[in-house]
Each structure stands twice: as C-alpha cells, then as structure tokens.
C-alpha cells in the first residue's frame, strides 16, 4: 500500500512537472464547502439576532427627562437606522463574498482593487457622516454651548475619589471662595470653602443633586483629582469632569423623581461605587430642602 502511494504521489509529480506548472499553484482537490456556508450562516445568525435585539428594543434605555433628551434620542435612531442598515447590507455581502468564493479548487486570482468603487463608497461615508453630525449638532450644543437661562438654578458639581459633592450658592446666590489648602473631608469640609470668605457661609454642600422639576439648572463641573465624569441616563448627559476646569452643562428636567449619577471614568479602585443621586422635586420641596440643608450645615 505505502509502495502504491509513494507510486502514486510520483505520477502526479510528474504530471504537474510535464505542464510546467509550479507544484504551489496546483490544487489537486476541490475544497468542502461545509466551511463556507457554515460560515456564512453564522454571520447571517448573528446579523439577525443583532437586527432583532435592536428592533425588539431589548436593551432600551429609561425615558429621557428632558426636551434635548428627546431630541437627541431622535438623533440617536436616525443614526441606528443608517448604521444598521449599513451593517446588514456589509454583512450580507460578506456572508455571499464568503459561499460564493469558497475553495473549490480554483487559483486564487490577485485583484489591485476598483478605485472607482473606493472613491464612491469613502464619498458616500464622508457624506452621511458629516450629514448627520450637521443634524445631531443643536441638540449638542444645546446642553453645552447656549449660553444659561438667567433664571437659572447654578449648582457646582465636584468629583472626587470616589463622590461627588454638590453645592448651592445659598441665599445670597453667590459662592464662597475656595481654598485647596483648607480640603479636608474628615472635618467636614471636602470642597475646601475658606472660612474667611462671607460669601461662602451660607454655602450648602450636598452629597445629592435636587433640583425643582421644570427650571432651568447649569451644572459647573470640577474634579478634586483625576478624570471623572457626570452621568445620568435619564438627562442623556455625559460629561467628563476634568481637573483644572469648570465644565458647564445644562439641563431642564420635566418629570420628577430620582435618578442614578454614575461616573464613568475609570477612576481609580473605588470608581465602581462612585454614584450618587439626581432628585427632581417639587418646586415646594425644593425650597423645603434648601431650607433644611441651611440649618444643618
Ligand atoms: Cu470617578
């Protein structure tokens, strides 16, 4: 048997030698295609199961509670839809590309590519991007480059490892100096307010953000230390705070409740118990805590 083989593996030697054609471009044997179509249909299962997920809403986020909120999730389907149709129509194609070119003893054949189908398909992606970034841009800007409402509610945000601490200017609506010196949240003082200062003595400093449902609030945003970030699903805000700066963001929330702030900067080995909460309350229980916050600080 191994003599017949030997024999064998020789004429076909031969064979490819007497047509002059070098022995690495030869295929002697059709491939399966098994691998293919298994391949192809896995990527038509997954593009399903993604198209599926998405369309069936399974991981849909808490309804926004704001005007922008809303619009920007407007923006945000927009994009999804083009995106994903986009993605099943590349997929399809790579799953026919794949059954369709599959090893069936053929050589290979070498391409230098089409640079009119190259220049059509970057066009067509520069296009769509900058159309949609055109659109998306209000409802960015809106949160972040308007300039505040005069009525506005001013709450500093200050991030540190691993809290955020909110303070109110208080009834004189102006806020007390700081001092980095004078940081020391063992003796109740983590923001630093520098006791000389008048303005900052009817200062209060809050471990939660409440606001009044309804009214205009602009977030000043710091950090302590590193980068973390304010972020509240419900608002569909997401804003880093950045050591050094004092980052404003703005928001109207129309319905009351309570709503998680996380961080999602990796901050450090606390980050993933850094949060805190956004309470929207009544324009009466928003006085009421103003109130109450004044007399126990
Ligand atoms: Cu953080």
Not at 114 to 125: G, Q
Not at 182 to 200: K, M, R, V
């Amino acid at each position: 048997m191994m003599v017949s083989y030997i024999y064998s593996f020789g004429q076909h030697e031969g064979r490819v030698s007497a047509r002059n054609h070098p022995q690495r471009n030869q295929k002697s044997a059709r491939g399966s295609a098994a691998p293919a179509v298994l391949f192809a249909l896995l990527i038509i299962i997954l593009v399903a199961f993604s198209a599926y997920s998405f369309s069936a809403r399974a991981f849909r986020a808490p309804a926004p509670i704001t005007t922008p909120g809303a619009a920007l999730d407007h923006q945000y389907n927009l994009t999804l839809y083009v995106t994903g149709i986009v993605f099943i129509l590349v997929q399809l194609a790579l799953a026919i590309a794949i059954f369709r070119f599959r090893d069936r003893g053929q050589r290979a054949r070498f391409s230098r590519g089409n640079n009119a189908a190259e220049i059509i398909w970057t066009s067509v992606t520069i296009v769509v991007f900058i159309v949609l970034a055109f659109l998306g841009r209000k409802v960015w800007a809106e949160s972040r480059l308007a300039s505040p409402t005069a009525n506005a509610i001013r709450i500093e945000v200050t991030t540190s490892q691993f809290v955020y601490n909110f303070r109110y200017p208080g009834a004189d609506g102006k806020f007390g100096r700081i001092d980095p010196n004078q940081i020391s949240a063992a003796t109740g003082n983590p923001l630093g307010l520098d006791a000389s200062d008048p303005a900052g003595k009817d200062d209060i400093v809050a471990p939660e953000l409440t606001v009044p449902v309804d009214r205009p609030v602009e977030l000043l945003i710091r950090s302590q230390d590193v980068v973390h970030n304010f972020f509240v699903r419900e608002l569909r805000l997401q804003q880093d705070a950045v050591p050094g700066l004092t980052i404003p963001l703005q928001f109207t929330a129309n319905r009351t409740g309570r709503y998680e702030i996380v961080c999602t900067q990796l901050c450090g080995l606390g980050h993933s118990r850094m949060r805190s909460f956004l309470n929207v309350v009544p324009e009466a229980g928003y006085e009421q805590f103003l109130k109450q916050q004044a007399a126990a600080q």
